[in-house]
């Protein structure tokens, strides 16, 4: 598939402006950072002879859509297990109309995915395990990539983290090209500063990273009424749409930073954007 991700230069306060990769507009399905991730899943998953992926996620996840629409679009079959108890979503009809297979699991089965897995398919050689949101050194491969399709320069990379994968293969990207670019990641879930370490499994250097884990907002898919508030006026003025669980996260730590003089007046920001704009379907009622 032919990738689109432009870079777009955005002015959102009056003195300040930063850039942005817009790897939402690779695809309405398989966007951001999951084509990222799975760009390198699924040519793993074919050179083997993998004819079947089986994943995991909640019922609004966008790695379950993507994951959906990337194997029927390679001929592959797909199955997930859908974290809690059984619910028809807007999300979940996409994942079917692809074809995917959908079993529910209780929560606490859940946490162990690989059982999950050898249960259920661990005599069919047929299929290939992917792990939640996608998380493997495959991953981290496909999102070090973005980092390549750089020709500028930046002092400041930000990107949303909830697993950490696409951080890991960001840095890895910055430290492979031995630029002095400092990472800046968001944990969009309270108690973020583990992330630190999971990305220290993929990538051991991490004197470029930057953890702030003050903009969670609440914790994961929670979100305030100020949060709310500047997605709407950030969507508005920009005309860039951004989710309120990953990427408006990211943009008002930018923000935020902007205001607090963060940035000196001629360093460069870009910023991820990261695709993931279904997820707006779980919280559509907070915007009506």
């Known amino acids: 598939m032919e990738i689109f991700s432009p870079i777009q230069q955005v002015y959102f306060l009056s003195d300040f402006s930063f850039w942005v990769k817009r790897d939402d507009l690779i695809d309405p399905y398989i966007s951001g950072n999951k084509w990222r991730k799975l760009k390198y899943i699924l040519k793993d998953a074919m050179s083997k002879g993998k004819t079947h992926l089986v994943t995991f996620g909640g019922a609004y996840s966008n790695h379950l859509v993507a994951t959906a629409a990337a194997a029927a679009r390679a001929g592959l079959k797909s199955t997930a297990f859908v974290r809690g108890e059984e619910v028809s979503n807007e999300m979940l009809v996409i994942c079917k109309l692809f074809g995917m297979n959908i079993i529910f699991s209780d929560r606490t089965q859940y946490r162990n995915k690989q059982m999950l897995y050898q249960l259920n398919f661990g005599e069919d050689n047929t299929t290939y395990f992917v792990d939640e949101g996608g998380a493997s050194e495959e991953a981290v491969k496909g999102c070090a990539d973005i980092i390549s399709e750089l020709s500028t320069h930046y002092d400041h990379i930000f990107c949303a983290a909830g697993t950490g994968t696409t951080a890991a293969g960001l840095l890895r990207g910055i430290n492979q090209h031995k630029l002095r670019t400092q990472l800046h990641v968001i944990p969009v879930l309270k ?65 935020d930073l902007a205001n607090k003089n963060y940035f000196k007046s001629d360093e460069k920001v870009l910023a991820i954007h990261t695709g993931g704009l279904l997820g707006i379907l779980g919280m559509k009622e907070k915007f009506i």
């Open 191 to 255: 108690g973020g500063a583990f992330l630190a370490s999971e990305i220290r499994r993929y990538e051991n250097n991490t004197s470029n990273l930057k953890l702030h884990t003050d903009y969670h907002f609440g914790g994961y898919a929670k979100t305030t009424s100020e949060l709310l508030n500047f997605i709407k006026t950030f969507t508005s003025s920009t005309g860039i749409l951004i989710d309120p669980v990953y990427t408006a996260k990211m943009f008002y730590a930018i923000y």
